[in-house]
């Protein structure tokens, strides 16, 4: 079963950095794209970062630029946000998404994990 | 970056009666290569997204035939032929043509 699992979410203080997780399983992770989509409570989906199968090719959105960087460990199956000097408007839960290709754009979002949740308060 | 703007905002429905939403963008979402990357996403009450289509009007495997996706260049719609019990939730539309990748506000189906 294609799977993706996100783990790492907290409470964390303004400025706190963060790591999160998402454990792939199901498919050849090497060979797809991967996103980070956040979603504050009651709100809409925001795009965060993506990045491309070989882990070359890097885009953020500019709400987060110079703060969250996106990486992976092809090896380990395992999708990666080091997020630093957070925010209170970085509070949402976060998903990892797939792309159904090895380049982003392509075929965007075809598989999503649960989401971990991130709060950012003194 | 590019604008998705759907309406309704809110979509109440009856059971077994069909149902529209529209999504437009601020610019043409033709890409270089010909293709439109104009996908829909389901969002069930507490659940993740699920993409149902991508490409403007390819169905998502297992999703059921009674979604469509249609439209070109701008504007775009989603419908749902005829809507059951667990098509309630938030719908999506979301465009990968430009960096950024942007969403729509969305629209909430629920029924009457």
């Known amino acids: 079963e294609v799977q993706l699992l996100e783990s790492g979410g907290d409470l964390v203080q303004p400025g706190g950095s963060l790591r999160l997780s998402c454990e792939a399983s199901?498919?050849?992770?090497?060979?797809?794209?991967m996103s980070w989509v956040r979603q504050a409570a009651g709100k809409g989906l925001e795009w965060v970062s993506t990045?491309?199968?070989?882990?070359?090719?890097?885009q953020y959105a500019d709400s987060v630029k110079g703060r969250l960087t996106i990486s992976r460990d092809n090896s380990k199956n395992t999708l990666h946000l080091q997020m630093n000097n957070l925010k209170a408007e970085d509070t949402a839960i976060y998903y990892c998404a797939r792309e159904g290709h090895p380049s982003p754009g392509y075929d965007s979002f075809d598989i999503w994990g649960q989401g971990t949740m991130v709060t950012v308060s003194p | 970056d590019v604008v998705m703007t759907q309406s309704p905002l809110s979509l109440p429905v009856t059971l077994g009666q069909p149902a529209s939403i529209s999504c437009r963008s601020s610019?043409?979402?033709?890409?270089?290569?010909?293709?439109?990357?104009l996908n829909w996403f389901q969002q069930r009450p507490g659940q993740s997204p699920r993409r149902l289509i991508y490409?403007?009007?390819n169905r998502d495997s297992g999703v059921p035939d009674r979604f469509s996706g249609s439209g070109s260049g701008t504007d775009f719609t989603l419908k749902i032929s005829r809507v059951e019990a667990e098509d309630v939730g938030v719908y999506y539309c979301m465009q990968a043509t430009h960096w950024p990748l942007t969403f729509g506000g969305g629209t909430k189906v629920e029924i009457k």
């Open positions: 490409k403007v009007s």
């Open positions: 610019q043409s979402l033709v890409y270089s290569d010909g293709e439109t990357y």
């Open positions: 990045i491309h199968a070989n882990g070359d090719y890097r």
């Open positions: 199901g498919f050849t992770f090497a060979g797809h794209a």
